[in-house]
């Protein structure tokens, strides 16, 4: 992708001479490409006007769509001029071995000197982490980007401004805490907590039921399986009329002596009827089951303890009718 040349306040001649050119990805697509360099030229106007945080944002989205070594290097002078120390050393190494894979020293020879000029000014922060506070599964993140456990009770290059830290285990509470980083040269270090167990669920009480066992389950699932089976004859009406309906404007790209003979649409609209019909039938079909069943399922569960209890207190409070009889024989 080509380059045009774009005058930067801090910038020397000779790295805008040889960011003009840049390599485009083979999978890259024509309108991918001419996005990105829209996005590009858009990018250095706005650092001619010192826009820097929507300017880099611009080169980014032109890197991620078209790569090139030259839109990188513009990128990390970017993050530079931004502010963002730790960003553009990374980069500018990054843009370094990159040339020098692509057997572009001169470009190699900028980048290193750019990324060697970064290094007394680096902001670095280290995270502490006991030995006795690295438990199972725990992962340690620095503005969401989980830092490798090797990297750990090391000054790490980071971006100076507000800086969030977190950590979280599997069992245990997320701990977090934000810092503000001051702009380098400067180093900080920030000791992790422990970190404090998730509450433990709390058991339910057992209480007396008044269904025996099964019982309410069967009839909650007897309902269960009854309604999924009136849903599936709701839709299976829904796919018979839409059978219909497509079988019937298909007749209307069909000729009337030969009902075989369609236009494409014609042929599409009937195989969507088609669908639609078998639809339909699976939905019939498995409804209906599903209904029956689940209607067995309630009416065949235990009645529970309570309904027992008042049929038989009903039975044992009934009115008696009888005839007793004494005599003597």
């Not at 890197?63 to 290097?73: I, S, Y």
């Not at 120390?85 to 692509?102: G, P």
């Amino acid at each position: 992708m080509t380059r045009s040349i774009s005058s930067q306040v801090g910038a020397s001649l000779l790295l805008f001479l040889l960011l003009r050119a840049g390599s485009a990805a083979a999978d890259t697509t024509a309108s991918q490409r001419a996005t990105a360099e829209a996005l590009f030229q858009q990018a250095t106007q706005l650092m001619d006007e010192k826009h820097y945080a929507e300017a880099c944002e611009k080169l980014a989205g032109s890197q991620e769509l078209d790569p090139a070594l030259g839109t990188m290097l513009y990128l990390a002078d970017c993050y530079e001029h931004a502010g963002k120390s730790a960003s553009a050393w990374a980069l500018f190494h990054e843009a370094a071995d990159n040339a020098q894979r692509a057997n572009q020293p001169d470009r190699q020879r900028i980048a290193l000197e750019r990324a060697q000029s970064l290094e007394g000014r680096l902001s670095k922060l280290e995270v502490r982490v006991p030995a006795a506070r690295q438990v199972a599964g725990l992962e340690v993140l620095i503005n969401g980007t989980p830092v490798p456990r090797a990297s750990w009770n090391t000054a790490l290059p980071v971006d100076p401004g507000p800086t969030r830290l977190e950590a979280r285990a599997p069992g245990k509470k997320t701990w977090t805490t934000t810092l503000a980083v001051a702009t380098g040269p400067s180093s900080q270090a920030v000791e992790l907590q422990k970190l404090a167990d998730e509450p433990r669920p709390v058991s339910p009480v057992a209480t007396r039921t008044d269904a025996p066992h099964g019982s309410s389950a069967q009839r909650t699932a007897g309902w269960v399986v009854t309604a999924t089976g009136v849903i599936a004859l709701a839709a299976s009406s829904y796919f018979g009329y839409r059978a219909y309906s497509l079988n019937k404007k298909s007749k209307a790209e069909c000729r009337a002596d030969a009902p075989n003979a369609c236009t494409p649409d014609g042929v599409a609209l009937r195989e969507d009827a088609k669908t639609a019909g078998a639809l339909s039938t699976i939905g019939t079909v498995s409804g209906g089951l599903l209904v029956a069943a689940g209607i067995t399922l309630v009416a065949t569960a235990p009645a529970s303890v309570a309904a027992r209890d008042e049929r038989a207190a009903a039975r044992n409070t009934a009115p008696t009718f009888g005839v007793s009889l004494r005599g003597a024989w």
